[in-house]
Every structure is written in C-alpha cells, then in structure tokens.
C-alpha cells in the first residue's frame, strides 16, 4: 500500500514489522483492507471512465442491471 500512504506520517510509525523492525505504521492494517476492499469497484470506474462513461455506472453495474 506504499504507493497509497507514502509510508505515512512518521509520527504514526510505531509499529513493529512482521520480522521485528521498528517504524511500521500502524494504520497500515486498515490502509491494506480499505485499498483491496475498493480495488475492482475503481478498476470498473477507470474502464467506465476509458470508454468515456460516467463513473457513476458503478452502481447499475453492482446492481446487477448493466454489465461492465
């Protein structure tokens, strides 16, 4: 999530990495489920927005009234 956050504020850096090294940010957790949460929803935008749609279309789309 690094290309999200930038690594974060540093003051926000006092977590432990998996393998013991300071200066995880602890908010990373929540960075990681948001962004994998939102990815294919902002996939389908960005090829709703290519093809020169509304982005808004995501909602007939997950409604199942469109298809992408």
């Known amino acids: 999530m690094l290309f999200a956050c930038n690594g974060g504020c540093p003051k926000n850096r006092t977590d432990l990495t998996p393998d013991g090294e300071a200066g995880l940010n602890h908010l990373c957790k929540g960075y990681k489920a948001f962004f994998t949460h939102i990815d294919q929803p902002m996939r389908i ?9 509304p982005a808004a279309g995501i909602m007939k ?6 298809k992408p």
Do not use: N, T
Request: avoid cysteine; charge should be positive.
């Open 45 to 53: 935008m960005a090829g709703l927005l290519r093809q020169r749609r």
């Open 61 to 66: 789309i997950y409604h199942g009234k469109e």
